[in-house]
Every structure is written in C-alpha cells, then in structure tokens.
C-alpha cells in the first residue's frame, strides 16, 4: 500500500481508517498528486494540492456546486484537497473516449454543460461583489514580456506578426476584456470529459480538472471544444449551442494563438498541438489576424 500525504488523515474525509485496503498514486508532479483510496464500501480518488495558495481547483468547485453547475461529485474538500468520486467505478459516470467524440449525442450533451457553465459565470459577473477575485483571465498571461521571452525561444522574435503582436498586445487585451465575460474551461480534451451511463434519458456530459480554470468571452471556450470534436458531433455542438458572437471570434484568433505559443514555450520541446500555432506566424495567418482585430477595437 502506498502511502498519502503526511498531512491527510483519512478520518477528517469520513472514511474509517480501518476500512481502507489500497492506496494508489494515479498521477504527481510539482503542482498536486492524485490517489485512489480503495475501501470496503468503493472507491475514491483524492487531489491533493502541495501549494494551497495557488491551488484553484477546489475553489472552482465550490464556485461551481454553488451555481447549479454539474460536477463530479465532491465527498469532501479544503484548500489543499479534494475527494472526488473515482470515474472508473462511478454508477452514474463513465470516463470518456476517443469513439465518443465522433458521437452527435456526445455534441449534444457538452453544448448544454457549456451553456450551463457560461450562463452561471453571466450570472455570477453581473454582480461586482460576487466576482471571484482569485479568477484571471487567459489574456493575462499575454503582455510584452512573455511575448519578447517566447518569441526568442521559439525563434520568431523578428518575425513581423509577433513584432506586430508586441505592439498591439494590451490594446488588443483591453478590447477583449471589454467583451461579455463569463466563465472559461480553456482546456477541453476527451481524457477531461465524463458521459453519464445510463441508456434511458439523454446523454449527459461534464468536463473535470479545472486547473485552467478562468474568465472570458463564451467563444473562447467555443472554439476550444470544436478544435477536438469531429464529424457529427462537432456538428451538434455547434447546433446546440448557437449562433457565437462575431466580435468574439475576430479577437479571439490572435489573442489565442498568441497565448498558445507563450504556453507552448514554457514546455521543454514545442508541443504537437502548437505546430499549427507556429505555423500561423511564419505563414502570414497571425498578421492577418491582429490587423483583422484591430480594425473591430
């Protein structure tokens, strides 16, 4: 049996200590490690966040369980952890696969999660006093800085969209801020989503692992989850949840382009999924983009 942090006691959780049979770490890096805890009555799997301070995850589903938002379900949670039920052994969940993105059904059901979550983040910014102050948004993380810094390690810095993108960066940011916030996912991916089990009623969806969680324009999201569905569920999607906003869309092209290659030159090799990213600065597509957003600010 391998062992939780020394800082968990499995009590506090309300779990008999006596009736645990297996611990198992899932996943651990620098930010939080992962466990399944095996008991008599079933199984669960625990969070555990080595920074509370920066740790959003369990602030996020607080935030949304108070909203109305599905979400797994929470058996406890503080600042440094969470208990969740284990996907793998849920009565009501299955985990997602790759087959399911092909699914009209699956569109279906993840355009009426996300119109869920967008309308609760609409709600809760209308409200100055009941903004989380500890939520940014994903444009935060562009400026001149971040820009200079990953264009030099990309080998783009002379490239004139990214000079072009230095310049223009915050006006573009303060345009898109001026935008109708509300709540992002920002990090769609079939291993994050879960589909409900039983046959009878609709499909269901909800999506899990909020450490990207943050503030935007509904689009943002939009355009995140149609860059994985295929076929007849990106379809659905699209015809499920509606018309998106124009305005959005033309300032969301750069800025998150922009954001995607500052993300990807963090990593030690340029992920897969930003070759088109880079792509689009040596082809001419992120100029375009930033002169097409600029004529909208």
Known sequence: MESLPAQCNVASFGIEPADVRDVNVLRWDTAHSVYRIICEEGS???KWFHDPVVAIEPRVYALLMSCGVPTLAVLWHSDQGLLLEDLDYSSQWRRACEADIDRSATGV????WYHCLHH???DVLAHPCLRPTWLQSWVDEINAASLSTAGAILGVRDEPAWTLAIEHAERLKSAFRDLPQTFNYNDFAVENMALSRAVQVPLRAIVFDYDQFGLGPAYSDWRNVVSVLR?????AFEEAYGVVDLR????DEPLSILYGLVS???RSQLPRWAVPLFEAVRTGELEGAIRRALEVT
Not at 231 to 235: D, T, V, Y
Request: positive net charge; glycine residues 10%.
């Open 44 to 46: 669960y799997v625990l």
């Open 109 to 112: 059901a993840l355009a009426h």
């Open 120 to 122: 609760a983040g609409r």
């Open 231 to 235: 076929g007849a569920s990106r379809s």
């Open 248 to 251: 959005e869309r033309i300032l």
């Open 264 to 266: 990807a030159s963090r």
